[in-house]
């Protein structure tokens, strides 16, 4: 494992210490004179019990590495030839979770990967609601706020009066009548007050044929029960709306309802207020189109003999407004295709449609959607190519498709899935026998669905993880994923098309595999071992839809490996597996400005440190997000080459919004080379791929928009 080769540095309680850069206390200005000595060394290399004044990563005599081991995983365990004792070198960057919130985790040697302190964001004044954002790694304040309704307590500069209750508030219109100051103006029922409309099934909108209606709940209020519902109760309020059928044969009724973002329900009953008569209801889900959507379809309704008329329910979170789509369809039976003991027949190039509405759940796949799912199965008599369509009729909701091996039923038999506007799934050569396809979606949707057969090809040679072809190290190769399937399990981006390289260690490595994608995809990297059989065999996995995606690992011992690229678009990509003999972290304790810069050696290294306790000296061409004055305090490092290089900087699994700058010299700071500046907002931090020419260069670990903390930075020095 790497580690921080330092010397012991005093601790609060008295006893000589190694700080961590990820201690917010660590004091830059205590001197690292002195190892400290003392203690009686431990039996042949094992843990070294320390006591006062020494160095804790020692341990007892050895004279070679293999007699060192502290059983901790996150050190890096060596024998030190000069003193002829053991170093267990932490490294803290093996100790990360990815997890922002929780805090930095440490190694301690002889002990091994501690938690660490979660992010502290209160801020002490009552009036902010703070929370630590994962997603943004960032503390997120807001104005007190307790019912959720978009306006702040007044005592807290807000404009509510009651904020204990979503249905008062300054920006809320006031309701007539009700005996409450709904807009908190100090006026109970003033004139210009508002009256709902179609609150209740007496004051229903008529739906006379179909078409889009406009309603409104501002002012409503919720009057009525059904068996779904919007997700917060305590801001649910409803309208009426009358579904007018005349006379005649029976007819399917289809209702849409659809909002901005707020959460929207719609139930069709057959009498007013009497809930046992629901004939359907639907809640809301994410529209693929933007904002919020609600359906559901009531089968062969109507009288013939009459006229009739059916309540309908429009529930919303909070008073919006709100669009009614009413269709009247020709009457069909509830699909019979819910499960893979009824699924219906596919045939080759005959498109059927899958309506999701109302669609139950019923099969487990690594494609989750929110609605249920419909069932299909086809017939292979010899091998065959197989390429099935998915497509959104309306766009309302996105497809997810699951193609699966005879059982059907369990998670075990799917053989890969998709879930995408356009989504396709292509398998080579598919023995012979029975499949079965499953449709969801993100949205109820009408999903027009398509099989097509053709010749069995063969595969490409770097489609499977058997027999992959080696990936060269520290360069990087072009992927041309068409013609490629689903082959390797993946915990980052299930369904992908995926594309595997042999990559074979002759010793202890650090590995950083990069994924560069095509504009508009998806994509992952993962390094897995040979089998490629799922989560036991994944080393590390990383996806995401911007460019590139990064994945590390460090100290990986010696042998063979498979580096896997994974595309959701089957669209070209290009992979770089960058290795070099495993290296211990060098802490940078010091390097605050041009007068103590830190040097890397010209082969690159590992380093970590801590911004927190810097100072703001030099500005970055990057820093769009300002912070006053130079901006965040920063470290400095320096690279000299001989030659032209390609020069790779990583800070991935750093602990704040990092920012990344590289200045050409000879004199420090240096002027900032081209496309030499980059902000890093998220888990996957500053990142930079540059070809530099021979010189003198100065590196500047940053923050964005003022921001500082714990850092990592990866440097590879590869031929160009």
């Given at each position: 494992?790497?580690?921080?080769?330092?010397?012991?540095?005093?601790?609060?309680?008295?006893?000589?210490?190694?700080?961590?850069?990820?201690?917010?206390?660590?004091?830059?200005?205590?001197?690292?004179?002195?190892?400290?000595?003392?203690?009686?060394?431990?039996?042949?290399?094992?843990?070294?019990?320390?006591?006062?004044?020494?160095?804790?990563?020692?341990?007892?005599?050895?004279?070679?590495?293999?007699?060192?081991?502290?059983?901790?995983?996150?050190?890096?365990?060596?024998?030190?030839?000069?003193?002829?004792?053991?170093?267990?070198?932490?490294?803290?960057?093996?100790?990360?979770?990815?997890?922002?919130?929780?805090?930095?985790?440490?190694?301690?040697?002889?002990?091994?990967?501690?938690?660490?302190?979660?992010?502290?964001c209160s801020q002490g004044d009552p009036?902010?609601?703070?929370?630590?954002?994962?997603?943004?790694?960032?503390?997120?304040?807001?104005?007190?706020?307790?019912?959720?309704?978009?306006?702040?307590?007044?005592?807290?500069?807000?404009?509510?009066?009651?904020?204990?209750?979503?249905?008062?508030?300054?920006?809320?219109?006031?309701?007539?009548?009700?005996?409450?100051?709904?807009?908190?103006?100090?006026?109970?029922?003033?004139?210009?007050?508002?009256?709902?409309?179609?609150?209740?099934?007496?004051?229903?909108?008529?739906?006379?044929?179909?078409?889009?209606?406009?309603?409104?709940?501002?002012?409503?209020?919720?009057?009525?029960?059904?068996?779904?519902?919007?997700?917060?109760?305590?801001?649910?309020?409803?309208?009426?709306?009358?579904?007018?059928?005349?006379?005649?044969?029976?007819?399917?009724?289809?209702?849409?309802?659809?909002?901005?973002?707020?959460?929207?329900?719609?139930?069709?009953?057959?009498?007013?207020?009497?809930?046992?008569?629901?004939?359907?209801?639907?809640?809301?889900?994410?529209?693929?189109?933007?904002?919020?959507?609600?359906?559901?379809?009531?089968?062969?309704?109507?009288?013939?003999?009459?006229?009739?008329?059916?309540?309908?329910?429009?529930?919303?979170?909070?008073?919006?407004?709100?669009?009614?789509?009413?269709?009247?369809?020709?009457?069909?039976?509830?699909?019979?295709?819910?499960?893979?003991?009824?699924?219906?027949?596919?045939?080759?190039?005959?498109?059927?449609?899958?309506?999701?509405?109302?669609?139950?759940?019923?099969?487990?796949?690594?494609?989750?959607?929110?609605?249920?799912?419909?069932?299909?199965?086809?017939?292979?008599?010899?091998?065959?190519?197989?390429?099935?369509?998915?497509?959104?009729?309306?766009?309302?909701?996105?497809?997810?498709?699951?193609?699966?091996?005879?059982?059907?039923?369990?998670?075990?038999?799917?053989?890969?899935?998709?879930?995408?506007?356009?989504?396709?799934?292509?398998?080579?050569?598919?023995?012979?026998?029975?499949?079965?396809?499953?449709?969801?979606?993100?949205?109820?949707?009408?999903?027009?669905?398509t099989l097509e057969l053709g010749p069995?090809?063969?595969?490409?040679?770097?489609?499977?993880?058997?027999?992959?072809?080696?990936?060269?190290?520290?360069?990087?190769?072009?992927?041309?994923?068409?013609?490629?399937?689903?082959?390797?399990?993946?915990?980052?981006?299930?369904?992908?098309?995926?594309?595997?390289?042999?990559?074979?260690?002759?010793?202890?490595?650090?590995?950083?595999?990069?994924?560069r994608s095509s504009l508009g995809d998806?994509?992952?990297?993962?390094?897995?071992?040979?089998?490629?059989?799922?989560?036991?065999?994944?080393?590390?996995?990383?996806?995401?839809?911007?460019?590139?995606?990064?994945?590390?690992?460090?100290?990986?011992?010696?042998?063979?490996?498979?580096?896997?690229?994974?595309?959701?678009?089957?669209?070209?990509?290009?992979?770089?597996?960058?290795?070099?003999?495993?290296?211990?972290?060098?802490?940078?304790?010091?390097?605050?400005?041009?007068?103590?810069?830190?040097?890397?050696?010209?082969?690159?290294?590992?380093?970590?440190?801590?911004?927190?306790?810097?100072?703001?000296?030099?500005?970055?061409?990057?820093?769009?997000?300002?912070?006053?004055?130079?901006?965040?305090?920063?470290?400095?490092?320096?690279?000299?080459?001989?030659?032209?290089?390609?020069?790779?900087?990583?800070?991935?699994?750093?602990?704040?919004?990092?920012?990344?700058?590289?200045?050409?010299?000879?004199?420090?700071?240096?002027?900032?080379?081209?496309?030499?500046?980059?902000?890093?907002?998220?888990?996957?931090?500053?990142?930079?791929?540059?070809?530099?020419?021979?010189?003198?260069?100065?590196?500047?670990?940053?923050?964005?928009?003022?921001?500082?903390?714990?850092?990592?930075?990866?440097?590879?020095?590869?031929?160009?």
């Amino acid at each position: 494992m790497a580690g921080l080769a330092v010397a012991a540095l005093p601790s609060a309680c008295g006893t000589p210490s190694v700080p961590s850069p990820f201690d917010d206390s660590f004091d830059p200005g205590v001197s690292l004179d002195g190892q400290g000595a003392g203690g009686a060394a431990g039996a042949g290399g094992a843990a070294f019990d320390a006591g006062p004044g020494v160095d804790p990563t020692l341990g007892g005599p050895c004279s070679a590495d293999e007699q060192c081991d502290d059983g901790a995983e996150c050190t890096l365990d060596r024998c030190d030839l000069e003193i002829g004792r053991c170093r267990f070198e932490p490294d803290d960057f093996a100790c990360q979770n990815g997890v922002y919130c929780d805090g930095q985790e440490r190694c301690q040697p002889q002990v091994g990967c501690q938690a660490g302190t979660p992010v502290g964001c209160s801020q002490g004044d009552p009036c902010l609601l703070v929370s630590c954002n994962e997603e943004a790694q960032s503390c997120d304040s807001a104005p007190r706020d307790v019912d959720g309704d978009g306006d702040p307590d007044r005592h807290c500069g807000g404009g509510d009066c009651n904020d204990l209750d979503p249905a008062v508030s300054s920006l809320l219109p006031e309701v007539c009548a009700n005996g409450r100051d709904d807009d908190c103006d100090g006026e109970v029922d003033e004139p210009e007050c508002t009256s709902p409309a179609h609150d209740t099934c007496k004051d229903a909108l008529l739906l006379q044929g179909p078409g889009a209606y406009a309603m409104s709940t501002v002012a409503a209020k919720l009057d009525y029960a059904a068996s779904c519902g919007v997700a917060n109760p305590a801001g649910a309020r409803d309208v009426v709306a009358a579904v007018m059928l005349p006379a005649g044969p029976p007819v399917d009724v289809q209702i849409s309802a659809s909002t901005g973002y707020e959460d929207v329900a719609v139930a069709l009953l057959g009498q007013c207020a009497a809930p046992d008569t629901e004939l359907a209801c639907g809640t809301g889900f994410f529209s693929a189109k933007g904002g919020r959507v609600a359906k559901l379809r009531a089968r062969a309704i109507g009288a013939k003999d009459k006229a009739t008329a059916y309540p309908l329910y429009v529930f919303s979170d909070g008073g919006v407004d709100v669009t009614v789509r009413l269709d009247v369809l020709d009457p069909q039976p509830e699909p019979p295709n819910e499960t893979c003991g009824t699924a219906q027949t596919l045939l080759p190039s005959q498109p059927v449609v899958a309506s999701l509405v109302g669609a139950e759940k019923d099969l487990a796949t690594a494609c989750s959607a929110p609605t249920g799912e419909l069932v299909y199965r086809f017939e292979l008599v010899g091998p065959a190519d197989v390429d099935v369509f998915a497509t959104s009729i309306d766009g309302d909701g996105i497809p997810s498709m699951s193609l699966r091996a005879p059982g059907c039923a369990l998670p075990e038999h799917e053989i890969t899935c998709q879930t995408w506007f356009d989504a396709h799934i292509f398998r080579h050569a598919l023995p012979a026998g029975t499949y079965y396809v499953s449709v969801a979606a993100t949205a109820p949707t009408d999903v027009l669905l398509t099989l097509e057969l053709g010749p069995a090809t063969p595969e490409p040679p770097d489609e499977s993880c058997a027999g992959a072809p080696p990936l060269p190290q520290n360069e990087t190769v072009d992927l041309k994923l068409a013609g490629h399937q689903d082959d390797v399990p993946s915990t980052c981006l299930a369904g992908g098309v995926d594309a595997a390289y042999a990559l074979e260690l002759a010793q202890s490595s650090d590995v950083l595999l990069v994924g560069r994608s095509s504009l508009g995809d998806t994509v992952a990297v993962a390094l897995d071992a040979p089998g490629c059989a799922g989560p036991p065999d994944e080393l590390f996995c990383r996806q995401g839809s911007w460019s590139p995606v990064r994945g590390s690992l460090r100290k990986v011992p010696a042998g063979s490996y498979r580096a896997v690229a994974e595309s959701q678009l089957s669209q070209p990509m290009q992979l770089t597996a960058f290795v070099r003999p495993a290296v211990p972290a060098t802490v940078v304790p010091f390097a605050d400005d041009c007068t103590e810069v830190l040097k890397i050696p010209s082969s690159g290294g590992f380093f970590q440190g801590n911004t927190k306790n810097a100072k703001a000296d030099y500005v970055a061409g990057c820093d769009a997000g300002g912070g006053g004055g130079k901006g965040a305090p920063e470290q400095m490092l320096e690279l000299e080459l001989a030659q032209t290089k390609r020069v790779v900087l990583d800070m991935i699994g750093s602990g704040y919004p990092t920012l990344l700058d590289v200045r050409k010299g000879p004199d420090c700071p240096g002027k900032e080379v081209p496309n030499g500046c980059a902000v890093g907002y998220y888990a996957d931090h500053s990142f930079l791929d540059l070809k530099l020419a021979a010189g003198v260069y100065f590196i500047q670990i940053d923050g964005y928009a003022g921001q500082s903390g714990p850092w990592f930075l990866d440097v590879r020095v590869v031929d160009p």
